[in-house]
C-alpha cells in the first residue's frame, strides 16, 4: 500500500512539473509574440497625451477604441466590414479555384508550361492597382470590378508559388514512387501534390493578404460601403478617430485570416511536422 501511494505520488509530481513546464513555456512564448505590440500600443497611448505628435491628427489608442466600440454598437462597422469580406472572400476563393489547378498544370506539364509561361510574366508585373481603371471602364463601379481585381491580385501570388511547389518537389520523391510502379497519375496525385501543398500555402496566405489591401484602395474608387470607403469618407470628413478605427479592423482582419490560414497549412501539411521531429 505505501509503495503503490509514493508511485501515485511521484507520478502526480512529475504531471505537476510537467503541467508547470508546459504553462511556463507558453507564458513565454506569448510574452515573445506579443512584448514588440503592447509597447507599441503604449506609444500609441503616451505619445499624443505628451505632446511628442499632434494629438488631432493622431489621437490616443484609448479614444480610437471607443469610437471603433461606438460604430460597431451602432452596427455601422459591421456593415462595412460584410460588405469587404464578401468582396475579398468573392475573388480569394475564385482565385484559388482557378490559379492551383493551373499551377498544377504549368509546373507539372511542359506542353502547357510552354504556351502560358510568356502570357504569365507579361502579366505578373502588372500591379493590380495600375489596371484598376481598365476594370472599372469594363466592369462598372459595382461589385463585379471590385471581386474581379481582388481575383487579379490573388491570381499571380497562388500560381507562382504553384508553379514553384510542383517544380521543386524532391526528384528522389518522384524517382521512389516511378520505381514502385506509380503511373503518371498517380504519381501526380499521391506525391506531387501532397508534396506542393506547404509552397502552395505559401501563396495562399499571400494572397490573403492581397485580397484585403487590393480591395481597400478598390474601395475608395466609387463605392459607397466597405472599410476602404469607410476609411476615405472619415478622412475627408475629418472624423479622424473613425479613420483609426477602419485601419485597425483591417489589421485585425488580416491577423485573423494569416491565423486560420496557418492553422489549416498545419492540419494539412502534419506529414511535414512529423519528419521533422
Not at 505505501?2 to 508547470?20: C, D, I, P, Y
Not at 504553462?23 to 505628451?50: C, D
Not at 472599372?136 to 474581379?148: D, H, W, Y
Request: contains cysteine.
Amino acid at each position: 500500500m505505501a509503495r503503490g501511494s509514493t508511485g501515485e505520488l511521484v507520478l502526480h509530481e512529475k504531471k505537476g512539473l510537467n503541467a508547470a513546464g508546459w504553462s511556463f513555456a507558453a507564458l513565454r512564448k506569448l510574452f515573445k509574440n506579443s512584448i514588440v505590440i503592447v509597447v507599441l500600443m503604449v506609444i500609441w497611448e503616451v505619445a499624443p497625451r505628451a505632446g511628442v505628435v499632434n494629438i488631432t491628427f493622431f489621437p490616443p489608442l484609448t479614444e480610437v477604441l471607443r469610437t471603433w466600440w461606438q460604430l460597431l454598437l451602432s452596427g455601422d462597422l459591421m456593415d462595412h466590414t460584410i460588405a469587404s469580406l464578401s468582396r475579398s472572400l468573392g475573388g480569394f476563393a475564385l482565385a484559388i479555384l482557378v490559379s492551383i489547378p493551373l499551377g498544377l498544370a504549368i509546373g507539372w506539364w511542359k506542353p502547357v508550361s510552354e504556351y502560358l509561361n510568356p502570357f504569365l510574366e507579361l502579366m505578373r508585373n502588372t500591379a493590380a492597382l495600375a489596371i484598376l481603371p481598365v476594370f472599372i471602364l469594363l466592369l462598372g463601379l459595382g461589385e463585379t470590378s471590385k471581386v474581379a481585381i481582388v481575383f487579379y491580385a490573388c491570381a499571380f501570388p497562388l500560381l507562382l508559388n504553384t508553379i514553384s511547389g510542383v517544380k521543386n518537389v524532391d526528384p528522389l520523391l518522384i524517382k521512389s514512387a516511378r520505381s514502385m510502379g506509380l503511373n503518371a497519375i498517380s504519381l501526380f496525385r499521391k506525391v506531387i501534390v501532397p508534396a506542393s501543398i506547404p509552397t502552395i500555402f505559401v501563396g495562399i496566405r499571400q494572397a490573403g493578404a492581397s485580397a484585403i489591401l487590393v480591395l481597400v484602395a478598390a474601395e475608395m474608387v466609387g463605392a459607397t460601403s466597405g472599410l476602404g470607403y469607410l476609411i476615405q469618407y472619415a478622412q475627408f470628413s475629418f472624423l479622424i478617430t473613425e479613420m483609426y478605427a477602419g485601419i485597425i479592423t483591417i489589421s485585425v482582419i488580416g491577423l485573423i485570416v494569416n491565423f486560420l490560414l496557418v492553422s489549416l497549412e498545419k492540419r494539412l501539411t502534419g506529414w511535414k511536422q512529423s519528419a521533422r521531429e
